[in-house]
């Protein structure tokens, strides 16, 4: 049972594991240097309604890249605008650990290894070959390629590229499977009448900050300042991430500390952000011309069902972004780990699992591919995080998750 995933993003990992698990030989082809892909500037894990996600995906076995997560956390239980109880993980440690991961389950990792042509017969993907010419045969494939960039797009719906983490002049630019099958993909439209969403954070030199504001975000894990009347600009709108399009995000300069000084806004002027009290030397870390914009996103998904397998291929799952408007590393994660787990059953010619929607992984599922693509899915804000609440979905009562997902008999579902 051969498995190969395409794109080492949270998404890419989360398969990339559970197909391991299951027994497969999984391949993990990541076109940089690094795991992670956007995680590398992420970090919030486990706030509000992501917080009962990842117990439910703990509670049936699928849970070790949340507990990679949660032993990486710099700071736990850290409220902030808007949200609750949030993890904020070490940006610095989160690949290496990852990577250390998935390499004890057996998974071959081949970094550098950009897929750019499959070979397709009917629906089905007989092989993928990087631009190095490698060529690699299984009987089924994950699309984890995320959704941004790459700079040409940067360029059409941003303000150009930004320089972050995802490195497109240097790896070159990302490429999706599902196109290359011949699958039709969507961009998200925005309500204001553009393309795409603009990634919502940034990351600061935490060292090219005051000393004040160091030693807070350090202790604390945040630090709100507010930022002079003059220099408030208004780019809620713009926001890939609706959860933190709040006016607090508006009005203050919101800092998370993610090893970096995590900067809850898409871009900052840099003269603007240094009039800023504590931010007179301030420096960007990621992306580099963050004073002048950032990534775009979510402007590559497809169309799938809930067991993540794409519509009009025979075996090909997609994760993540690349799965409907989902936005963040949980739901990248849960998505993840049902196409992983779905590819393996596929080749063992059993019924692929969709999760029910007495779960919020499963409802989420769902509901991002009922409302595909013009809403964007989280479950830590917005619409998604309102529809927990209603449904009684959301709780932090880890007895009770754990029962509902008994009850579904799933506990362990996704254990090795
Ligand atoms: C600046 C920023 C900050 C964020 N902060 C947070 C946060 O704090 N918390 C949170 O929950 N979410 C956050 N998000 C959102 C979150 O990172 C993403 O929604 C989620 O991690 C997406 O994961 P993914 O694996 O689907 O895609 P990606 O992270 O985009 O990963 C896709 C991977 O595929 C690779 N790839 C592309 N094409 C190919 C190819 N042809 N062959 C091989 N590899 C390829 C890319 O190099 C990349 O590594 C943030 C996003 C950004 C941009």
Redesign the pocket.
């Known amino acids: 049972m051969r498995i190969v995933v395409?794109?080492?993003?949270?998404?890419?990992?989360a398969a990339a594991a559970a197909a391991a698990k299951r027994g497969a030989q999984v391949t993990l082809?990541?076109?940089?240097d690094?795991?992670?892909?956007?995680?590398l500037?992420?970090?919030?894990?486990r706030n509000n309604g992501?917080f009962t996600a990842a117990e439910e995906l703990l509670a049936m076995g699928g849970g070790e890249l949340i507990a990679a997560a949660d032993l990486c956390a710099r700071h736990r239980n850290v409220d902030f605008p808007g949200h609750r109880h949030a993890t904020l993980y070490d940006t610095a440690r989160m690949p290496v650990a990852v990577e250390n991961l998935l390499r004890a389950l057996g998974v071959e990792l081949r970094f550098e290894?950009?897929?750019?042509r499959a070979a397709v017969r009917s629906g089905r993907i007989a092989s993928v070959t990087?631009q190095r010419g490698e060529e690699f045969s299984a009987g089924a494939f994950v699309d984890?390629?995320?959704?941004?960039g790459p700079q040409a797009n940067c360029a059409k719906y941003g303000s150009g590229c930004a320089m972050?983490?995802?490195r497109c002049p240097s790896?070159g630019?990302?490429?999706?499977?599902c196109a290359l099958a011949g699958v039709k993909e969507s961009a998200l439209p925005r309500p204001d009448g553009g393309t795409g969403a603009v990634?919502?954070?940034?990351?600061l030199d935490k060292a090219s900050l005051s000393a004040a504001l160091r030693t807070a975000l350090d202790e604390r894990g945040v630090v709100i300042t507010p930022i002079p009347r003059a220099l408030v600009r208004d780019k809620l709108a713009l926001k890939?991430?609706r959860q933190y399009a709040l006016d607090a995000y508006r009005d203050n300069v919101v800092l998370?500390d993610?090893g970096s000084a995590?900067l809850m806004s898409p871009w900052m002027p840099l003269r603007e952000l240094r009039r800023v009290p504590g931010f007179e030397q301030a420096r960007y870390e990621?992306?580099l011309a963050g004073g002048r914009g950032?990534?775009v996103?979510l402007l590559a998904a497809v169309g799938r069902d809930d067991a993540m397998r794409v519509l009009g291929a025979t075996n090909l799952f997609c994760?993540?972004?690349?799965?409907g408007m989902?936005?963040?590393?949980?739901?990248?994660i849960v998505t993840?780990t049902i196409a992983g787990y779905n590819a393996v059953r596929l080749l063992q010619n059993l019924p692929l699992l969709a999760l029910p929607r007495s779960l919020a992984c499963g409802d989420a599922a769902a509901f991002a591919r009922e409302n595909f693509p013009g809403l964007r899915v989280?479950f830590?804000g917005a619409e998604y995080f309102e529809r927990m609440k209603q449904l009684g979905l959301y709780t932090t009562d880890r007895a009770a998750i754990r029962a509902r997902v008994a009850k579904a008999g799933l506990t362990g579902v996704f254990a090795r």
Do not use: D
């Not at 290894?113 to 750019?116: A, C, L, P, Q």
């Not at 994760?319 to 799965?323: C, F, L, N």
């Open positions: 395409a794109g080492g993003g949270w998404a890419g990992c082809c990541e076109r940089t690094q795991l992670l892909g956007t995680g500037s992420g970090g919030i894990m992501r290894t950009r897929i750019t990087s984890a390629t995320g959704s941004a972050c983490a995802l790896y630019p990302r490429v999706s499977l990634s919502g954070s940034c990351k890939a991430c998370l993610t995590k990621e992306p950032n990534s996103r994760a993540g972004e690349k799965a989902f936005v963040g590393h949980t739901e990248a993840g989280t830590s």
